[in-house]
């Protein structure tokens, strides 16, 4: 069974870099039958896709934050990692990492604990 | 970008209650619907994928139905544990895309 762990900074300050990493336990990383995803959900509210990730580098992001993030693998740490660049206190949420099997009818059916990160000065 | 949106955003119910969910996408998106429950302090939890089908281990008073734009999630016989959070998510197109929610509440 897939396990998946955030980690990374709880507390961003505002302009800075938010970086998480999700390490994967029970698969591989390297495989191509995954979708790799960050979610996050500010306090009592929603869930917002941020973006996805598959081995052979292909990336998806939302548009909504597309211009702040880059999602990546490190297939030697069997990690995959989420940069958000320039944050402001609209940042601050719960992120979850998750995967999915590639394809379009596929949920996310892993999900990380998630890790709170709180942007503020 | 596809739009979902669910109803009721909370409703109140009592155990061994029916209770129905609705979300509609703003495009047709075929059966590529999942429904999850999400606990306070925790992660979402998968019920339903493709509509309709029930993910393994999830208690049969669990059902969706629908598809194209219109879709369902029923609670048979409603259950203490069942009280959460309702999302509603699209796979048909990036990005992907989650409905705002429904609290279930007694």
């Known amino acids: 069974q897939v396990q998946l762990q955030e980690s990374g900074p709880g507390l961003v300050k505002p302009s800075q870099t938010l970086s998480l990493t999700c390490t994967v336990s029970?698969?591989?990383?390297?495989?191509?039958?995954?979708?790799w995803s960050w979610i996050r959900q500010p306090a009592g509210k929603g869930l917002e896709w941020i973006g996805r990730?598959?081995?052979?580098?292909?990336?998806h992001y939302n548009p909504s934050l597309k211009s702040r993030v880059t999602i990546s693998v490190d297939t030697a740490k069997n990690q995959f990692s989420l940069k958000l660049t320039s944050v402001t206190a609209a940042d601050t949420a719960v992120y979850y990492c998750?995967?999915?099997?590639?394809?379009?009818?596929?949920?996310?059916?892993?999900w990380g604990q998630g890790t709170l990160v709180t942007v503020s000065s | 970008d596809i739009q979902m949106t669910q109803s009721p955003s909370s409703l109140s119910a009592s155990v061994g209650d029916r209770v129905t969910i609705t979300c509609r996408a703003s495009?047709?998106?075929?059966?590529?619907l999942h429904w999850y429950h999400q606990k306070p302090g925790k992660a979402p939890k998968l019920l339903i994928y493709?509509?309709?089908s029930l993910q393994s281990g999830v208690p049969s008073r669990f059902s969706g139905s629908g598809s194209g734009t219109d879709f369902t999630l029923t609670i048979s016989n409603l259950q203490p544990e069942d009280f959460a959070t309702y999302y509603c998510?699209?796979?048909?197109?990036?990005?992907?895309?989650f409905g705002g929610g429904t609290k279930v509440e007694i």
């Open positions: 998750a995967t999915a099997p590639r394809g379009i009818a596929s949920p996310f059916d892993y």
């Open positions: 029970g698969g591989s990383i390297s495989s191509d039958d995954f979708y």
């Open positions: 990730i598959y081995i052979r580098g292909g990336t």
């Open positions: 495009q047709t998106i075929s059966n590529y």
């Open positions: 493709a509509a309709s």
């Open positions: 998510q699209q796979t048909y197109s990036t990005p992907l895309a």
